[in-house]
Protein backbone atom coordinates (compact mmCIF):
# COMPACT_ATOMS: atom_id res chain seq x y z
CA UNK A 1 0.00 0.00 0.00
CA UNK A 2 1.46 3.71 -1.17
CA UNK A 3 0.28 5.52 1.97
CA UNK A 4 3.14 8.14 1.00
CA UNK A 5 0.95 8.83 -2.07
CA UNK A 6 -2.32 9.09 -0.64
CA UNK A 7 -4.15 11.84 1.36
CA UNK A 8 -3.13 10.34 4.14
CA UNK A 9 0.03 12.92 3.50
CA UNK A 10 -1.71 15.58 1.31
CA UNK A 11 -4.77 16.41 3.07
CA UNK A 12 -4.41 18.93 6.12
CA UNK A 13 -6.96 17.40 8.42
CA UNK A 14 -9.07 19.12 11.20
CA UNK A 15 -9.63 17.33 14.42
CA UNK A 16 -13.03 17.38 15.27
CA UNK A 17 -13.71 19.90 12.65
CA UNK A 18 -13.35 23.23 12.87
CA UNK A 19 -14.58 24.29 15.92
CA UNK A 20 -13.73 28.15 15.88
CA UNK A 21 -17.85 28.43 15.74
CA UNK A 22 -18.82 25.50 16.57
CA UNK A 23 -18.62 22.20 19.31
CA UNK A 24 -16.45 19.58 18.24
CA UNK A 25 -17.69 16.47 16.53
CA UNK A 26 -20.69 18.17 15.73
CA UNK A 27 -22.63 18.58 12.46
CA UNK A 28 -22.01 21.96 12.45
CA UNK A 29 -17.92 21.88 12.64
CA UNK A 30 -17.87 18.76 10.43
CA UNK A 31 -20.10 20.55 7.37
CA UNK A 32 -17.55 23.86 7.93
CA UNK A 33 -14.67 21.25 7.13
CA UNK A 34 -16.03 19.96 4.63
CA UNK A 35 -16.66 23.21 3.03
CA UNK A 36 -13.09 24.21 3.03
CA UNK A 37 -11.91 20.83 2.06
CA UNK A 38 -9.78 19.75 4.92
CA UNK A 39 -9.91 16.36 5.55
CA UNK A 40 -11.40 15.12 9.39
CA UNK A 41 -9.98 13.35 12.23
CA UNK A 42 -13.20 12.51 14.39
CA UNK A 43 -14.06 10.39 17.26
CA UNK A 44 -16.35 7.20 17.53
CA UNK A 45 -17.28 5.38 20.79
CA UNK A 46 -20.24 2.93 21.30
CA UNK A 47 -23.20 3.30 23.47
CA UNK A 48 -24.75 0.65 25.41
CA UNK A 49 -27.35 -0.01 22.99
CA UNK A 50 -23.92 -0.84 20.07
CA UNK A 51 -25.21 2.51 18.46
CA UNK A 52 -21.87 4.29 17.30
CA UNK A 53 -21.86 8.00 18.00
CA UNK A 54 -19.29 10.77 17.19
CA UNK A 55 -18.44 11.84 20.69
CA UNK A 56 -14.46 12.14 22.25
CA UNK A 57 -15.30 11.68 26.36
CA UNK A 58 -16.30 9.08 28.67
CA UNK A 59 -17.78 11.49 30.73
CA UNK A 60 -20.56 13.58 29.21
CA UNK A 61 -19.73 16.73 31.84
CA UNK A 62 -17.53 18.26 29.49
CA UNK A 63 -19.50 18.57 26.44
CA UNK A 64 -23.13 18.53 27.42
CA UNK A 65 -23.18 19.30 30.96
CA UNK A 66 -24.77 16.10 32.29
CA UNK A 67 -23.58 13.11 34.91
CA UNK A 68 -22.90 9.77 33.75
CA UNK A 69 -20.59 8.14 31.64
CA UNK A 70 -22.05 7.85 27.74
CA UNK A 71 -20.99 4.06 27.40
CA UNK A 72 -23.74 3.37 29.86
CA UNK A 73 -26.05 5.19 27.68
CA UNK A 74 -28.69 3.90 25.51
CA UNK A 75 -29.04 6.33 22.01
CA UNK A 76 -32.82 7.31 22.90
CA UNK A 77 -31.17 8.46 26.60
CA UNK A 78 -28.76 11.14 24.57
CA UNK A 79 -30.50 11.70 21.49
CA UNK A 80 -31.79 15.36 22.75
CA UNK A 81 -28.74 16.30 24.73
CA UNK A 82 -27.29 19.56 23.35
CA UNK A 83 -23.37 20.29 23.26
CA UNK A 84 -21.86 23.24 24.78
CA UNK A 85 -25.03 25.10 25.13
CA UNK A 86 -25.86 25.02 21.46
CA UNK A 87 -28.35 24.08 19.36
CA UNK A 88 -26.18 20.52 17.81
CA UNK A 89 -26.83 17.42 19.36
CA UNK A 90 -24.33 14.24 19.34
CA UNK A 91 -24.06 12.66 16.04
CA UNK A 92 -24.61 9.25 15.24
CA UNK A 93 -21.43 7.79 12.97
CA UNK A 94 -24.36 6.89 9.93
CA UNK A 95 -25.56 10.63 10.40
CA UNK A 96 -22.38 11.73 9.91
CA UNK A 97 -21.15 9.97 6.96
CA UNK A 98 -24.50 11.33 4.70
CA UNK A 99 -23.51 14.66 5.74
CA UNK A 100 -19.42 13.91 4.24
CA UNK A 101 -21.01 11.93 1.52
CA UNK A 102 -17.21 11.32 0.52
CA UNK A 103 -16.49 14.60 -0.14
CA UNK A 104 -13.71 14.49 1.89
CA UNK A 105 -10.92 11.61 3.80
CA UNK A 106 -12.11 10.69 7.39
CA UNK A 107 -9.91 9.47 9.81
CA UNK A 108 -12.05 7.81 12.65
CA UNK A 109 -10.67 7.33 15.68
CA UNK A 110 -11.81 4.88 18.35
CA UNK A 111 -12.13 5.48 21.67
CA UNK A 112 -11.73 1.80 23.61
CA UNK A 113 -8.44 1.55 25.63
CA UNK A 114 -8.99 -1.25 27.72
CA UNK A 115 -11.18 -3.23 25.62
CA UNK A 116 -12.24 -4.51 22.11
CA UNK A 117 -15.75 -4.51 21.19
CA UNK A 118 -17.32 -1.88 19.17
CA UNK A 119 -15.05 -2.63 15.88
CA UNK A 120 -17.31 -5.08 14.38
CA UNK A 121 -20.25 -2.47 14.56
CA UNK A 122 -18.14 0.25 13.24
CA UNK A 123 -17.01 -2.15 10.43
CA UNK A 124 -21.09 -2.64 9.81
CA UNK A 125 -21.16 0.60 8.89
CA UNK A 126 -18.14 1.70 7.49
CA UNK A 127 -17.46 -1.31 5.12
CA UNK A 128 -19.81 -0.17 2.14
CA UNK A 129 -18.81 3.75 2.41
CA UNK A 130 -17.36 4.96 -0.52
CA UNK A 131 -15.49 7.65 0.17
CA UNK A 132 -11.68 7.60 1.69
CA UNK A 133 -11.15 6.96 5.20
CA UNK A 134 -8.86 5.20 7.74
CA UNK A 135 -9.69 3.59 11.31
CA UNK A 136 -6.73 4.91 14.41
CA UNK A 137 -6.77 4.22 17.88
CA UNK A 138 -4.51 4.11 20.49
CA UNK A 139 -5.10 0.42 21.20
CA UNK A 140 -2.96 -2.10 19.06
CA UNK A 141 -5.50 -5.10 19.70
CA UNK A 142 -8.46 -2.50 17.75
CA UNK A 143 -6.36 -1.82 15.09
CA UNK A 144 -5.37 -5.70 15.02
CA UNK A 145 -9.08 -6.67 14.90
CA UNK A 146 -9.26 -4.82 12.06
CA UNK A 147 -5.75 -6.03 10.53
CA UNK A 148 -7.65 -9.43 10.88
CA UNK A 149 -11.33 -8.25 9.64
CA UNK A 150 -11.06 -5.46 7.50
CA UNK A 151 -7.17 -5.81 6.32
CA UNK A 152 -8.69 -3.32 3.12
CA UNK A 153 -9.19 -0.70 5.58
CA UNK A 154 -5.94 1.66 6.16
CA UNK A 155 -5.09 1.46 10.14
CA UNK A 156 -3.39 4.11 12.01
CA UNK A 157 -1.22 3.92 15.26
CA UNK A 158 -1.83 6.54 17.85
CA UNK A 159 1.03 7.21 20.15
CA UNK A 160 2.32 9.94 22.65
CA UNK A 161 4.77 10.10 26.15
CA UNK A 162 1.83 8.82 28.59
CA UNK A 163 3.05 10.61 31.12
CA UNK A 164 0.56 10.58 33.66
CA UNK A 165 -1.67 8.41 32.15
CA UNK A 166 -2.43 5.47 34.87
CA UNK A 167 -0.47 2.73 33.19
CA UNK A 168 2.31 1.09 34.68
CA UNK A 169 5.85 2.08 33.64
CA UNK A 170 6.26 -1.32 31.32
CA UNK A 171 3.13 -0.46 29.48
CA UNK A 172 3.91 3.25 29.16
CA UNK A 173 6.85 2.51 27.79
CA UNK A 174 5.63 -0.37 25.76
CA UNK A 175 2.69 1.95 24.25
CA UNK A 176 5.01 5.42 23.53
CA UNK A 177 7.90 2.82 21.82
CA UNK A 178 4.97 1.63 19.98
CA UNK A 179 6.37 -1.85 20.63
CA UNK A 180 3.00 -3.34 19.26
CA UNK A 181 3.22 -1.80 15.58
CA UNK A 182 5.78 -5.42 13.98
CA UNK A 183 3.36 -7.80 15.73
CA UNK A 184 0.08 -6.85 16.59
CA UNK A 185 -1.17 -3.54 14.99
CA UNK A 186 1.02 -3.37 11.94
CA UNK A 187 -0.08 0.14 10.75
CA UNK A 188 -0.32 1.65 7.43
CA UNK A 189 1.06 5.17 9.55
CA UNK A 190 1.05 6.45 12.86
CA UNK A 191 0.03 9.40 14.60
CA UNK A 192 2.00 10.72 17.03
CA UNK A 193 1.36 14.04 19.31
CA UNK A 194 2.93 16.98 18.22
CA UNK A 195 4.67 18.31 21.96
CA UNK A 196 6.18 14.85 22.15
CA UNK A 197 8.18 15.26 18.15
CA UNK A 198 10.63 14.82 17.76
CA UNK A 199 11.76 11.28 18.91
CA UNK A 200 13.39 8.58 18.46
CA UNK A 201 10.74 6.08 18.12
CA UNK A 202 8.83 7.26 15.51
CA UNK A 203 12.34 7.69 13.41
CA UNK A 204 12.34 3.63 13.74
CA UNK A 205 9.34 3.36 11.68
CA UNK A 206 10.37 6.12 8.69
CA UNK A 207 9.00 3.31 6.35
CA UNK A 208 5.34 4.77 7.43
CA UNK A 209 3.59 8.46 7.40
CA UNK A 210 3.53 9.78 10.31
CA UNK A 211 0.73 12.76 11.59
CA UNK A 212 1.30 14.98 14.40
CA UNK A 213 -2.12 15.45 16.51
CA UNK A 214 -2.80 18.44 18.65
CA UNK A 215 -1.08 21.00 16.56
CA UNK A 216 -2.73 24.32 17.86
CA UNK A 217 -1.31 27.15 15.67
CA UNK A 218 0.01 28.12 11.86
CA UNK A 219 3.42 28.30 14.04
CA UNK A 220 3.35 25.41 15.98
CA UNK A 221 2.66 23.84 11.62
CA UNK A 222 5.65 25.41 10.26
CA UNK A 223 8.26 24.04 12.97
CA UNK A 224 6.56 20.40 12.58
CA UNK A 225 6.82 20.52 9.19
CA UNK A 226 10.27 18.63 8.81
CA UNK A 227 9.92 16.45 10.78
CA UNK A 228 6.20 15.23 9.74
CA UNK A 229 4.27 14.13 6.48
CA UNK A 230 0.87 15.61 7.66
CA UNK A 231 -0.80 17.49 10.79
CA UNK A 232 -4.32 16.90 12.56
CA UNK A 233 -4.85 20.76 13.16
CA UNK A 234 -7.46 21.45 16.31
CA UNK A 235 -9.07 24.99 17.68
CA UNK A 236 -7.85 27.01 14.40
CA UNK A 237 -8.01 27.21 10.78
CA UNK A 238 -4.51 25.70 9.12
CA UNK A 239 -3.35 27.98 5.99
CA UNK A 240 -2.87 25.54 3.37
Known amino acids: MKTFETWITNTPI ?3 GITTNAPE ?6 TAAVEKGFGLCLDVRALADDTIVVFKDE ?3 RMTGKDGFISNCKY ?3 K ?6 STEHIPTLTEVLKIINGTVPVIFEIKNMDKVNCE ?3 YKILKDYKGEFAVASLNPYSLEWFKLNAPNFKRGQISYNYKNSGF ?4 RLAYK ?11 NFIMYRCEDLPNRYVKKYKHLPLLAFHVKSNEEYLKLKKYVNNVIFEGFELNK
Open 14 to 16: SCR
Open 76 to 78: EDI
Open 177 to 187: KMKYNKDISEP
Open 25 to 30: NSIASI
Open 168 to 171: SFFE
Open 59 to 61: SLG
Open 80 to 85: DLTLNK
Open 120 to 122: KHI
